[in-house]
Every structure is written in structure tokens, then in C-alpha cells.
């Protein structure tokens, strides 16, 4: 047991955030950021409790870019450097982590939960080559991708159609307008006939891809908290009324002590989550699903109430936790919904019915 | 960072688990239903060498460390354990024995550690008084040397054991004009001349531990039996917080575990509408919210325990975190559970409706939840 971050990690957390204190990240692009990343170690850190400490600084500085670069190289890069060849990883793997390429990841259909129902885009055989046809929904990155790694079916099995921007029978909606996540290419994805190389077909479990999502959502949520506590935290310091700063006030301060304490929660909740994930223990999805419920419930409330606290400077459009109680929701609803994951929660607790 | 318990750990958590069952659970109902205090139970814990854990073996203690100490406290609530029983000991183990352990002299430690660790005597501490709960510094009581003596008198409220008691830690004013630095505490035996408890009150919940006044009428004690220096009562009462945010909360998480499986159990044999309970979604949302609740509530309060593992002093935020969390969190799993059992949740013999009894405490004792965001807020 330890629940320090060793001396490394600290330094590089410190380092981390003073970089992206010095980038305004309203106008950057997902391209330019990756670069500055690339110039850390951000990009390669694996699954630990380490990562959700950096993705809360990524997350808490912006949502959207975040969101973008964590499916391209942590989600889409993941699957090709597990499941892809030498070539792929050859061509793909530097460009993913030097800012140069982009990857998107497309699991979900118009009925979007990949836990409910049965794919519906298929590959079959022709020649020595694959046709994929299906159409797919909300796919973050998808305007700005040079890959896309979508989820189907081939011969009765599930797999992961690896397609390049460009090929034929592929094409990408207008971007759609989401309730957060202003600046994130998020649009639908069509493909007819599309044909690939079988090379290009990858077999992983999607169950495992919908772990590396639930774990992004789950960092996700950890910036928004902080970025929205923060953000509270010293408007009710400096902020007066009646002469004295709002903190003073039980409503104020008992509301930040409560917003604190969730913060803490859902931190430590997040680590262990993704501790036990890393040593591969066998509760490791069910405390997953657990700590994404929370975190993404919790990061709803916290924003909330950091609003509340804001007031009047909380209601006008870009601050931070305006920004976090927009795309709260998307954590509650992405990756396994708050209610798939009761359900398995629930699951695991009865064991066979 | 990692949170792996030792092997060692989790053998001797399952080995409180299976002592706890077969010794202690099995009397849990009869004496919440008397309202009583089960001293069999706790010479038992005494035996096993539960209330002495963390003390070292010459004092008769068991040598554990911070972690696995509060590891046995959450066993015993995973075991079925009631509340008022691990509040007991919580009351014994640590308000009153570890303050004398840590600020007696060799000789307070000799005469009372032993004799606490195997349960030959039981203790109590005394903080709280009718009109002195959340403002700790506004109390009455007051301790007056004369001589080679301290005279005290005063009331104190709310003690847990008080009925029981063969020794209490009480704190008194010995310098009436401050406010937190004019606090001393003292070792009261039982049978002291003015010193007495009154009857047990009926509370709600916890019920199997006894909780009283103390009367302090003229009370005469030796001047060696104050516990350190004039003026550091406060002090050593804020110690005692490291352990209640973590023993004295292990066991509200081990009681959160108790009830899932409980209500996991129920809810595969309760059949309506022709299918077991279990399979209607809104039974897996309050089972999910169980679990939720118990994986939360678990990281927190061992960060306190490794911290203090550490030999760090305690960080008063995350303390105050835990307590919090704890105190406020913990009541909806337990009003889910006895909704889940449906009327015979409502009916004792099921436990539920003791655990939520019991678990209403949370919020209240060793400092409210309000008290708790009161210093989370002044922090940061
Ligand atoms: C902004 C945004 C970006 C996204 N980006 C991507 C992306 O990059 N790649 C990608 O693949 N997907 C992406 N998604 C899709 C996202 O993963 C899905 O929205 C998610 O899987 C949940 O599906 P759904 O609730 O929208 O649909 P549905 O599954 O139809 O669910 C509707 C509602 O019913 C509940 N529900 C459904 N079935 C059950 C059941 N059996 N029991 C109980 N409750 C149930 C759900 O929890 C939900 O509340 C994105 C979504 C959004 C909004
Ligand atoms: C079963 C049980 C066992 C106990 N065991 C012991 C024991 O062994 N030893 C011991 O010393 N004590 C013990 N206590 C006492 C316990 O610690 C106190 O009850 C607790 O600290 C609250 O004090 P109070 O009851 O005087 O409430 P009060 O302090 O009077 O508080 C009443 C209400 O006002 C709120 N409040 C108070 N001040 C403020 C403020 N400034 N701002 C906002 N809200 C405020 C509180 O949160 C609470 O809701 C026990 C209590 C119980 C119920």
C-alpha cells in the first residue's frame, strides 16, 4: 500500500501542468497540442494510477482537446500497438504520437450501446479482399482522421476494420453539435462497400476498447471537477458580499467543502480503478464501471454547484465550469452508460440468479 | 501509488471474519433487542486479541500495524457485527486506551494497557457534555488542584461505555478563562469518590453499546493522574481523531459489504411476478450503489490508515474528507437495504433494519457532518 505518487511522477505532474499553463488552449488544435505533449512522456504513460493523475491536468486545461487526443493515441493507438502488425505499427504508431496523424475509433450504431445489441457493420470476403459495409454514430475525431478503426463483424467473429481516410465508399457527416465539447470533431460515419486489405482486419476483445474508454471518461471527469472546484474555489474567496468574501458564507464554503470531498473521492476511486486494471485483478472491470458511475454522476454536481457558487461570472459562456457541466453529461452517457454499468454491477454482486 | 493489502493482511481480516461469525454474531439480535451490553462478546475480542491490537506485546497488545488494525474493524462489520458493538470497542481500543497509551507516563501505561488489551477492564472517554457537543471548548467541567489533588466537577454527556466503565479518560478545564488551551485530560477509575454514571440512555441505534453521563461532584483525584501536561487535553482529544476516522469507520464500510451480501442473497430467493428480485434492474441499481459506496468509501479511509502507518501527523482535510464521505454516504445504501427487503426489511429479524439504525451515528458521533465541512472549508 502507498497512496503517494513517487518522486518522478511528481515532478513530471509539476512539469506537466506548467506546460500547459503556458499553451492557451482555446487556439490550439488537437495537431499542435499533441506536439507539445510529444516533447513528455504524457503519451506513454501506461494504465496506473499515475495516468488518471495526468489526464486530470490534460482534462482540467481543456475537455475537448483532451477527449480528441486521448481516443487517437491512447484508445485508437492502443489497438493498433496490441493488436496491429509491424507494418501498421511502423507507419502508424509515430505519426499517432508526434501529432501528424489522427485516429478515430467507431464502436457505436444508431443503436449506439456495443453492449446491448449486435453490431450491424459487416465485412465479407471477396477475392483476397474485405468489404465493409454499416454506418456508424457519434465518432469522436472523425472530420480530422487519417485512420479509422471501426467495430464489425466477419465471419460470425467481432473485429475491428482498420480503414484509411480517403478510401472509397467512406464518408463522414457535417459535424454534429453536441451539448459540450465544442471543440472536438464529433460526426457520423458511412461506409458502402468500402474495400480493405485483410491485413487490415484486427481481431481484439471490444470489451477491452470500451475499458480504455471508460477509463478516458473517468479522467475525463476528474478535470472537470478540479477545473470547476478551482474555479469556485477562488471566485468565493475574492468574490464579497456584505462585506465579507462568499466563503464565509455555510452556503458557500459548506458547498465547496462537499465539492472538495467528492473531488478527493472520485481521485482516489479513479486510481484504484485503474491500479487494479493494471495488475490485472479479476474485480477490475466491476470497480471500473463502479468508479466511472461515480465519477461521472459526481462530475455533474460538482460543475453544478460550482455554477451555483459563480453565479452571475458562471452563467456567461467559457469558463471552466461552464465548459465541465456541459460535457458532464457525455461521461454519464459514452463508454458504459451509468445504467449498462449498474446493471453489471449489480450482475456481479448476485453472481448466478 | 498502489493499494495492495500484504498476504498477511488479508489472511488475518478473513480470520477475524470467521472468529467473528461463530463467536460474536450469532448473539448480535438478542442483545440489540435487550438494549444491552454483551460482555461476553467483548472479553471475546479481548481473548482474540482484537482490543489490543495495535499495542505493542509487552503491553499485552498484539503489534499490529496502523493498516491491519483497521482492517480487523472492517472485518468485524463485514462479519455481521453489529454497530454498537464496534463503537465499544472503537470507544475502548482508542479514545480512552491509545490516549493513555500515547500520553501516560510508564507507569499509567503499565497499570491500564495490559489490563484494557485483553478486556479485563473496560474504558471510556469523556468529551462531550449536555451543553458542549460540536463547540468542544465551551465546557463546564472543571479540574482544580488543591495540594497534591485535582478536584473536578461537571457533567459529561453521550459516553460510550460510561455504564460499563472500570476506567475513563475525562477532559476538564484546569484553566476555566481560555478556551481550547485551557483543556486537560484525567484518568478516572470506577468507585473514585463523586465520580458516577448515569442510567443508559434508549437511543436509536447502537444500541448494544451503553451510553451515559458522567457526574463529576467533587470528584478527587491524585495529581498524578492527569495524562501528560496541564493544557494538552485538546491536543490529545484531536489525536484521537486519526483513529476515529479510520478504526471507528472501518467497520460502517465492513457493514456496507455485510448488507450487499445480504441483499444479494435476498434478492435470488424473493420471488414476485414469477422471477427472483434479482432480476429487475431497479434491485441491481441499489446492489450497484452498495458496491459503489463500499469501493469509495474504502480508499479513504485507508489513506488515513497508511498515513498515520507513515508516522505522518494527520492531514486534517483528508480526515475530515473521510468522515464526511463516510457519515453522509453511507446512509443511502442502508435505507436501500431494507427497502429491498420490503416489509420483512422493516422487521428485525433480517438485520437491515438494525444496520440502518445503527448506521445514522455516522453522521453525528465523533464530530457532525456540518463540523466536518466546517474545517474542510476553513482549509482550503
Ligand atoms: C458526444 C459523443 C461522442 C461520442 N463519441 C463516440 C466515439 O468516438 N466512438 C464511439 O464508438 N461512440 C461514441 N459515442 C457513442 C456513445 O458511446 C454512446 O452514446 C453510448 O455507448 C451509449 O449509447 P446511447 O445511450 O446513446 O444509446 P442506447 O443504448 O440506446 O441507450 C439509451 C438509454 O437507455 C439506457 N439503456 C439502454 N439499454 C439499457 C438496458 N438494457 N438496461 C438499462 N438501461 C438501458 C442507456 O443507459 C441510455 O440511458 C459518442 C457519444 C456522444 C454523445
Ligand atoms: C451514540 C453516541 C455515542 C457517543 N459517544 C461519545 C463518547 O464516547 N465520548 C464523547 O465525548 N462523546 C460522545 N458522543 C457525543 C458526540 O460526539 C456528539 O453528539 C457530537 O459531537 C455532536 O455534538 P452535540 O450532540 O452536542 O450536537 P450539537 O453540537 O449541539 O449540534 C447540533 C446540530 O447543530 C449543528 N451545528 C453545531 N454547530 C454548528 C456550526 N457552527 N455550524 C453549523 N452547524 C452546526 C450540528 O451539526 C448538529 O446538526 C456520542 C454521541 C452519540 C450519539
Known amino acids: 500500500m502507498n497512496f503517494d505518487f513517487n518522486q518522478s511522477e511528481q515532478t513530471f505532474l509539476k512539469e506537466l501542468d506548467t506546460l500547459l499553463k503556458g499553451i492557451n488552449c482555446k487556439n ?60 501498421q505499427k511502423q507507419t502508424i504508431l509515430p505519426g499517432l504520437f508526434d501529432g501528424k496523424l489522427i485516429g478515430a475509433v467507431a464502436l457505436s450504431e444508431d443503436s449506439m450501446n456495443i453492449d446491448n445489441e449486435p453490431l450491424k ?31 464489425g463483424r466477419i465471419d460470425d ?42 491485413t487490415n482486419v484486427l481481431y ?72 487494479l486494471y493494471g495488475i490485472g485483478d479479476k474485480e477490475a472491470d ?35 465550469a461552464e465548459e465541465a457541466y456541459r460535457c458532464s453529461k457525455y461521461a454519464q452517457i459514452a463508454g458504459t452508460s451509468t445504467e449498462i454499468s449498474r446493471v453489471k454491477i449489480g450482475d456481479a454482486a448476485l453472481g448466478r440468479l | 501509488m498502489e493499494f495492495a493489502f500484504t498476504k498477511e493482511q488479508l489472511m488475518f481480516k478473513q480470520e477475524v471474519i470467521r472468529f467473528a461469525k461463530k463467536e460474536i454474531v450469532p448473539r448480535v439480535q438478542e442483545f440489540d433487542l435487550k438494549e444491552d451490553f454483551d460482555v461476553e462478546s467483548f472479553r471475546k475480542l479481548g481473548e482474540f486479541g482484537i482490543l489490543g491490537l495495535h499495542f505493542p506485546e509487552e503491553y499485552s497488545g498484539g503489534g499490529a500495524d496502523v493498516v491491519t488494525t483497521v482492517l480487523a474493524g472492517e472485518a468485524l462489520g ?74 473536578l466537577n461537571g457533567n459529561k454527556m453521550f459516553i460510550t461505555n460510561g455504564p460499563v466503565a472500570d476506567v475513563a479518560v475525562v477532559y476538564a478545564k484546569t484553566d476555566p478563562k481560555v ?27 447502537v444500541r448494544t453499546s451503553l451510553t451515559s453521563e458522567l457526574i463529576l461532584q467533587d470528584c478527587e483525584i491524585p495529581k498524578e493522574n492527569i495524562l501528560g501536561k496541564e493544557g494538552e487535553g485538546f491536543l490529545m482529544a484531536m489525536q484521537t481523531v486519526e483513529w476515529d476516522r479510520s478504526a471507528l469507520l472501518a467497520p460502517f464500510v465492513g457493514a456496507t459489504r455485510y448488507l450487499l451480501k445480504k441483499c444479494s442473497d435476498y434478492s435470488k430467493k424473493r420471488i414476485q411476478f414469477g422471477k427472483p428480485i434479482g432480476s429487475y434492474q431497479a434491485i441491481k441499481h441499489k446492489l450497484a450503489n452498495m458496491r459503489i459506496f463500499v469501493e469509495a468509501a474504502h480508499s479513504l479511509v485507508y489513506r488515513i490508515a497508511w498515513c498515520k502507518n507513515q508516522g505522518r501527523p494527520l492531514n486534517h482535510l483528508e480526515a475530515a474528507v473521510a468522515k464526511l464521505f463516510v457519515g453522509d454516504y453511507s446512509l443511502l445504501p442502508s435505507n436501500d437495504a431494507v427497502v429491498l427487503h420490503g416489509g420483512y426489511g422493516y422487521c428485525h429479524e433480517y438485520d437491515v433494519e438494525r444496520i440502518f439504525r445503527d448506521g445514522r451515528l455516522a453522521p453525528i458521533g465523533g464530530g457532525t457532518s456540518d463540523i466536518q465541512k466546517m474545517i474542510i472549508s476553513r482549509l482550503i
Request: charged letters at 20%; hydrophobic letters at 40%.
Open chain 1, 157 to 198: 467473429k467481432d473485429a475491428i476494420f482498420l480503414i484509411e481516410k480517403g478510401t472509397n465508399g467512406l464518408s463522414v457527416s457535417d459535424r454534429l453539435h453536441t451539448i459540450g465539447y465544442d471543440g472536438t470533431s464529433i460526426s457520423n460515419l458511412y461506409l458502402k462497400d468500402c474495400k480493405i486489405n485483410e
Open chain 1, 28 to 87: 490550439i488544435d488537437v495537431n499542435e497540442l499533441l506536439k507539445e505533449l510529444a516533447k513528455t512522456d504524457y503519451l506513454k504513460i501506461e494504465i496506473s494510477p499515475f495516468l488518471m493523475a495526468a489526464m486530470e491536468i490534460l482534462s482540467s486545461y481543456t475537455q475537448s482537446l483532451f477527449l480528441s487526443i486521448e481516443v487517437s493515441t491512447r484508445i485508437f493507438g492502443r489497438i493498433i500497438s496490441n493488436f496491429g502488425n509491424d507494418n
Open chain 1, 121 to 151: 457493420t459487416k465485412g465479407y470476403r471477396e477475392d483476397d479482399f474485405i468489404i465493409v459495409n454499416g454506418n456508424k454514430s457519434y465518432v469522436v475525431n472523425a472530420g480530422i482522421a487519417d485512420y479509422f478503426a471501426v467495430a
Open chain 2, 78 to 151: 463485514e462479519a455481521g457485527v453489529d454497530g454498537g458493538l464496534t463503537l465499544a470497542y472503537g470507544a475502548h481500543s482508542f479514545l480512552c486506551a491509545d490516549t493513555i497509551f500515547r500520553h501516560g507516563t510508564e507507569d499509567q501505561r503499565r497499570k491500564y494497557i495490559p489490563k484494557l488489551a485483553k478486556g479485563e477492564w473496560i474504558g471510556c472517554m469523556g468529551l462531550t457534555e449536555p451543553d458542549a457537543g460540536s463547540d468542544v471548548a465551551s465546557m463546564k467541567t472543571i479540574a482544580e488542584k488543591k495540594g497534591d489533588k485535582y478536584i
Open chain 1, 204 to 275: 481484439p476483445k471490444l470489451s477491452a476498447i470500451r475499458m480504455w474508454e471508460n477509463q478516458v471518461l473517468i479522467g475525463a471527469t476528474l478535470g472537470m471537477m478540479k477545473a470547476s472546484f478551482e474555479s469556485a474555489k477562488n471566485y468565493a474567496k475574492t468574490h464579497k458580499t456584505g462585506g465579507k468574501p462568499i466563503i464565509a458564507y455555510q452556503e458557500i464554503g459548506f458547498k465547496l467543502a462537499e465539492m472538495l470531498t467528492t473531488l478527493q473521492t472520485s481521485q482516489l476511486f479513479a486510481y484504484r480503478s485503474c491500479w
Open chain 2, 179 to 205: 478556551q481550547h488551551a485551557g483543556i486537560s485530560a484525567f484518568i478516572i477509575e470506577k468507585g473514585t469518590k463523586g465520580f458516577s454514571a448515569g442510567k443508559p440512555l434508549i437511543k436509536m441505534g
Open chain 1, 286 to 320: 466491476i470497480v471500473t464501471y463502479s468508479a466511472k458511475v461515480f465519477c461521472g454522476e459526481s462530475a455533474e454536481k460538482v460543475a453544478s454547484d460550482a455554477l451555483q457558487i459563480l453565479s452571475g461570472a458562471g452563467v456567461l459562456c467559457g469558463n471552466p
